[in-house]
């Protein structure tokens, strides 16, 4: 029960925060145009300063457990060729880059730190932390390559321009910006105290306190941005892709991703502390990441589906965690 409770803590808030969106738009408070000009916000600003915040608070390369690192790498990298092959029985390409992002997409960098601070503690929020550095990368520029893979653009885009599309991603730009601030403020000589001679949080305090202000917004306005755009009334025309998208993001991905970690420890191939199954419940188990949608429409894909299967993956992953924390605890994992 006490396990419930946890998954159901993490969650709830973004439910709640989705529904708020949903309402100041149902009462005309805010209009649909406002949430779109917030959407456009929060995909080149908010989140992209976010996760460089992200990145950027880990304390050490030395904290990176690399074991583990390579492991999720390669488990995300299997669950994208995964969701590209099922994309491909999609006749209408707009869809094919969401039912990716489906497939191996989480919203770690949301529901990470609730959620493994919440089953591991302390140690669980370091891991997710360290784990951040590899996975967000990760992600984003999957993203990217799965949804340029299917624009409709006429003419079609050469290699030059999917490459520079990612180059150009505003996440991707943030995730660099992290590993080389976090690479430097290593490199960099330590004065008396031990600390680096130049960091953001120590030499410029103002400028880190303002980037960590703008990154906490993201949570909050994409969710409730999320809310202001979501309309019911599309849920007619996608309750088959919304099925199939819940299903791979909520079973068939922390199947695999949860279930190979346990395999490959219980062969001797890894080592998992009971914080990093936490981490690795937030990596496979949680919902679709909330900035699909924006990126799907920035880029061409089916926002509208994106956004549903934000939302139902959401919900449903509340029972499917609960699920995945019961049975490693059961099996004396968690």
Request: aromatic content about 10%.
């Amino acid at each position: 029960m006490e396990a419930f409770q946890y998954a159901a803590n993490a969650l709830a808030p973004l439910i709640l925060e989705i529904a708020l969106g949903c309402f100041l738009r149902k009462i005309g408070l805010l209009g649909e145009n406002f949430f779109r000009q917030c959407r456009q916000l929060v995909f080149f600003v908010v989140v992209p300063v976010s996760t460089f915040c992200c990145i950027y608070d880990t304390q050490s390369v030395h904290d990176i457990h690399w074991g583990l690192s390579a492991y999720v790498f390669l488990a995300v990298l299997a669950l994208f060729a995964l969701g590209f092959c099922i994309s491909l029985a999609f006749r209408d390409r707009r869809k094919r880059g969401v039912i990716i992002q489906a497939t191996y997409r989480s919203n770690y960098n949301i529901i990470a730190t609730p959620l493994s601070q919440a089953l591991g503690g302390q140690a669980g929020l370091m891991a997710a932390a360290v784990l951040s550095m590899t996975t967000i990368p990760q992600f984003n520029i999957l993203a990217v390559i799965g949804l340029t893979c299917f624009q409709t653009e006429k003419g079609g885009r050469s290699f030059r321009q999917h490459l520079l599309d990612i180059v150009k991603n505003p996440m991707i730009v943030a995730c660099a910006a992290g590993i080389a601030c976090l690479l430097l403020r290593w490199a960099l000589p330590k004065n008396s105290l031990g600390a680096p001679v130049f960091s953001l949080s120590g030499t410029l305090p103002f400028l880190y306190s303002a980037l960590s202000a703008v990154g906490k917004m993201s949570t909050p306005l994409a969710l409730i941005t999320l809310g202001g755009l979501f309309d019911f009334r599309c849920l007619r025309g996608h309750t088959g892709e919304l099925v199939f998208g819940t299903v791979l993001r909520t079973v068939v991905s922390p199947l695999i991703g949860v279930g190979g970690a346990v395999l490959a420890e219980r062969a001797g191939l890894l080592t998992v502390s009971a914080a990093e199954y936490a981490c690795l419940i937030a990596v496979f188990g949680s919902p679709m990441a909330t900035i699909s949608g924006i990126m799907a429409a920035q880029m061409g894909g089916d926002d509208v589906l994106a956004d549903q299967l934000v939302v139902s993956t959401t919900i449903t992953s509340a029972f499917t965690i609960f699920a995945t924390v019961c049975l490693l605890r059961f099996a004396g994992l968690l």
